[in-house]
Structure formats: structure tokens, C-alpha cells
């Protein structure tokens, strides 16, 4: 693919396309001058900005003249503008605003709920169906929060009011001596575990995203936790398998 850079634009007598500068009437006169000498059915797809987003268009040689073609239809893929040119980069900013209901949010904790049912309660605490309602593991009574990292999807927030976590279950927080750990105790345990919370939602929701030669995709997330007040979190992922993520240390930062 050809991306336009901003002397490429310049040279055209625009800042961008948009609905004064029609990409259909520009793009052909540019590719006649780029590639003057071509063969006839030769392609070329162009990464372009219309109105600040980035879009893409492919002609192809017929009769002598770059002409659109009709049925071509674009993968959208992440560019950034970097020294006067638009360059492919892959990283990816997930956020996830505190917005109860907000549908996308809520599946993506869900799936880290879901995880927590399958992996900590079931497996590790023998659980079954009939306990979930009984609050006897991580997963409050409806399913759709859970007490080990303190994903919500029902708030769609991490809930690190350390005092809830007591209830799920008190023994999942009680120390060797019997005692139940500190609200700072608590927090330091959740936050060590928080790296695998996003590690589990990214790699559900990112299943085919895979690693590319000699560039590094960073996947970083944004997300919104109530400890009482509403707080914002960044932490972030390299890319280092097919669907597979790992913590950069010392991402995980309030902001």
C-alpha cells in the first residue's frame, strides 16, 4: 500500500480529502505522475486522510488510466503520522470508560468474570452451580463481578473497595494466623494480580492478533476503578504469539 505523506498532499495544493478535495479526483493524476510507466491491469491501493480518518482506495490500470475500483474494499489498519509521513503501526489503545451499560465495556470484563468462575472457583474452589448464588467463592451473587482481580461488569469498573473483598471469601483473604489481612494487605494482593486480569480480557478479545517482524505492538489499556472515588488506570501488553500478550512491568500506573 502507498500512504500519502503530507508533501505528497502539499504537492496536490491540499492539507487533506474531504468534501472539498474529492480523493477520486486527485488519486488518479497522482498515480499517473508516480508511476508513469505501468502495465496494463497493474494495481495500487492507497492509504489516505479524508476529513482526519484514514482510508483506503485501489485503482487499477485499464485503457491507459488509473481508474477506482468498485468492488475493492478496505482492511483498516493503524497508521501514525511520524516526520511528515504516515506509517503502519499496530499498537492499540483499549479504553474502557466507567459507563454502566456501555455493552463492549461490559463483555470484556464479563469475560475476565467468566474466567475467574471457570479457573478459581471451579477448579481451585470445587464450586459448583448452586454455590454461585451462595457468594461461597470470588463471584458475587449475579454473575457479572467477581472479588480476585474485582472486575465488574455490571459497573464496568475495577472495584477496589478492599473492604468487599473480605466477603469473597473471607478465606481467599485470611492469613496463616487466622487473621484477616489489612485493606492495604488486600490492595497489594489484588494489584499483583491485576497484569493477569488484562492479560485474560486482551487475549479473549484480541484471539488473532499476532506478532510482527522487528516491531513492537503495544497494546495499552486505559480503565476506571472505584475505591470510593472514581480513579483511572493505565497498564500495558506486548504482543509475543498468536493472541498472546505479556505484561510490560511497571505499566500499571494511576494516572
Known sequence: AIALSSDDYKAMGIKEFGKNADPKKYLPIYLSQKYPYVNEGDLKTIVYSYSG?????????????????????????????????????????LVLPIDKGNAEVSAFYQSIVDWVWENIDKKELGLTEADKKAEKGY???YGNNEYYFGCSAYQNNMDFRWGKYKEFPVHGYTKEDGTVMSDDEIKNLVYSRVPQAFKIGLEI?????????????????????YDGSPLNFTIQYKVIGKGEFEYIEGSFVED
Open 139 to 141: 463471584l458475587a451473587s
Open 53 to 93: 480518518a484514514l482510508n483506503a482506495a485501489q485503482y487499477e490500470m485499464l485503457a491507459g488510466a488509473w481508474t477506482f475500483v468498485e468492488s475493492f474494499v478496505p482492511v483498516t489498519s493503524q497508521f501514525t503520522f511520524s516526520d511528515g509521513a504516515w506509517a503502519y503501526n499496530p499498537s492499540t489503545l
Open 205 to 225: 478479545k484480541y484471539p488473532d492478533v499476532e506478532p510482527i517482524d522487528n516491531m513492537e505492538i503495544i497494546y495499552t489499556v486505559n480503565f476506571g476503578a
